[in-house]
């Protein structure tokens, strides 16, 4: 059977003039074009073989259209002729908000893009300068007017625990992410990486690093205003791999989507509770939730017991919508 997934392709950045603080890319020079183009060739075939009836190749990897544009033309021209023969449905890029203009989404449009993923991170500039960005919000909001004035799908990326950002500016940023018109979004906690900027300001006690359970509660309460307007989350947190759990610093979890959603149907059953002590809770999610509405380690349904004095916690999974709970309470 074939399924629908998209084709990452990870375009590293080359000569990249930004600084920002918690950034771990290596600064790559001297990239071989043509082997670049074999790479992304190769990438998609190996992944039409495997019966991936693709949706978008999606060039990630932080700034596609701050590359050097015949650099970033070629790419898309490669990547287009699957999009023309019907082997795919679209492309996908990440990019930085002012690296976004008329010229470029002319660019982008005119060769199979469907998506755009702007990394926005904070709309406070106070937090944008802190964390070394080199744009401001108003660049956010305008290129995301612009770009859902092309008819792009729009994914706002943003980033909890930054330099000086306040649990109200990441909340002023998911709203504005859903005001400007997104479609879809990613919520990254700060993570501090050896060999960064921020590594060397939390050493110096410039910078506090979130704690887990920081990083849980301010990525639920932003992904409970995308929830609740509309606005898909595609993703929590970063991918697990070596380099994430060995970071020193901040939100090195590799499962925090899966503990931000696991706090967010806490809150849900929480709300749903009234009086209870010594009775039987019965908690029913959709099919997919039950482990997250238990929570890692039963952490839920313990907290519950703990917190409400129920003898016992069961949950259920049934035909439901996501992120939707219903409680019984029975002596
Ligand atoms: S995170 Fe910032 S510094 Fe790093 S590659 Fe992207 S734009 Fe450049």
Not at 180 to 185: I, K, L, Q, V, Y
Not at 210 to 217: E, F, G, H, Q, T
């Amino acid at each position: 059977m074939k399924t629908h997934r998209n084709i990452p392709v990870f375009i590293p950045q080359e000569g990249c003039p930004n600084a920002c603080v918690f950034c771990s890319q290596k600064k790559i020079t001297g990239i071989d074009r043509r082997a670049e183009l074999n790479t992304l060739k190769d990438t998609v075939e190996k992944a039409l073989e495997n019966r991936w009836q693709e949706s978008e190749i999606a060039f990630f990897g932080g700034s596609f259209t701050a590359i050097d544009k015949a650099r970033m033309i070629s790419l898309l021209d490669t990547a287009y002729e699957y999009v023309c023969a019907g082997k795919i449905n679209g492309i996908r890029i990440s990019t930085r908000p002012d690296y976004i203009d008329e010229t470029v989404l002319e660019i982008l449009k005119s060769r199979g893009v469907t998506a755009i993923e702007l990394g926005i991170q904070s709309v406070s500039d106070k937090v944008l300068t802190a964390s070394g960005r080199g744009h401001t919000s108003k660049h956010s909001e305008n290129a995301c007017k612009l770009i859902k004035k092309y008819g792009f799908r729009l994914g706002g990326q943003m980033m909890v625990g930054l330099p000086l950002s306040t649990a109200e500016d990441e909340l002023a940023t998911a709203q504005a992410i859903c005001d400007w018109g997104a479609d879809e979004t990613r919520i990254y906690p700060t993570v501090v990486f050896e060999d960064t900027a921020l590594y060397n300001m939390t050493l110096q006690g410039e910078y506090e690093p979130l704690s887990l359970d920081d990083a849980v509660s301010r990525c639920a309460d932003c992904m409970d205003v995308f929830l609740t307007r509309g606005v898909k989350v595609l993703r929590v947190g970063l991918h697990a791999s070596e380099q994430l759990v060995s970071a020193p610093y901040g939100a090195t979890h590799p499962a925090m989507g899966e503990l931000v959603e696991s706090e967010l149907y806490r809150r849900r059953i929480d709300s749903l509770i009234q009086g209870s002590r010594g009775k039987k809770l019965l908690v029913y999610v959709p099919f997919s939730a039950c482990s997250k509405a238990a929570g890692q380690h039963r952490k839920n349904t313990e907290y519950f017991k703990n917190t409400y004095g129920f003898s016992q916690v069961s949950v259920y999974g049934t035909d439901m919508p996501e992120h939707t709970v219903r409680i019984h309470i029975e002596d």
